[in-house]
């Protein structure tokens, strides 16, 4: 069965904090992708990055960074020097090759707010 | 093409009303999804097309909701006999491929009262 798993409903740190959003997937298929969004107040997903499951090179993007481990079953997504303006509802997703239909299978949403 | 359009943005109606939601893709994505999502939970899959054919619709998707996407373009979304239930945003996304990046619209947030 297909599963995302966010056990962090809620994390609050105060600005300039390093802050890591927990991600554990449940997937039979050897094929998928896995991303992360962000959803800020106004309700848009906005796209953070993509991950294919042969590919676990860790990722850096300026303050953002990722850690796919498979052996795990993790996608954890680290905020370095946290900033107010990273206060939003983050999502992990999962995305199987089987069925070829691409549909994104969502974890519950970790909500961050970064305090002044 | 600025992205992935959807009307209304929001939508309040009365219990047993039918009503239908439009989304816009970005123009050469074949690929459409629908989602909802309910407060504090994360967007659900409800349908997805590739051009005009609908290929899998989840089991949320009851027999009061219908999705179509005529000539591939443009997709409508339509519940009848809303029920209180039903209240969620609605959400549109469009990608060109399995693992390319989906690209969302705003969303349409229904309210049944």
């Known amino acids: 069965a297909q599963k995302v798993t966010q056990a962090q409903t809620e994390i609050s740190v105060v600005e300039k904090e390093d802050v890591t959003l927990d991600c554990v997937y449940e997937t039979r298929d050897t094929t998928y992708y896995l991303f992360w969004y962000k959803q800020p107040p106004s309700g848009e997903l906005v796209f953070l990055i993509r991950?294919?499951?042969?590919?676990?090179q860790n990722e850096i993007s300026g303050r953002y960074s990722w850690n796919f481990q498979k052996s795990t079953s993790s996608f954890n997504f680290t905020i370095t020097a946290s900033q107010v303006v990273d206060s939003a509802v983050y999502f992990c997703?999962?995305?199987?090759?089987?069925?070829?239909?691409?549909?994104?299978?969502f974890g519950q949403g970790t909500t961050l707010q970064v305090k002044p | 093409d600025t992205g992935v359009s959807q009307d209304p943005r929001h939508k309040i109606t009365k219990r047993g009303q039918n009503v239908t939601f439009r989304c816009d893709p970005i123009s050469e994505h074949n690929r459409l999804y629908w989602y909802r999502q309910t407060l504090g939970q994360g967007p659900e899959f409800l349908t997805y097309f590739q051009n005009e054919a609908q290929l899998e619709k989840s089991r949320l998707l009851s027999d009061r909701f219908s999705a179509e996407r005529p000539k591939g373009s443009f997709s409508t979304l339509e519940i009848q006999r809303t029920e209180q239930g039903d209240s969620a945003m609605y959400l549109c996304?469009?990608?060109?491929?399995?693992?390319?990046?989906?690209?969302f619209g705003q969303g349409t947030r229904l309210t049944v009262v």
């Open positions: 996304a469009s990608r060109t491929g399995f693992g390319t990046e989906a690209f």
């Open positions: 991950r294919n499951s042969f590919d676990e």
């Open positions: 997703a999962l995305s199987e090759a089987a069925g070829n239909t691409g549909k994104l299978i």
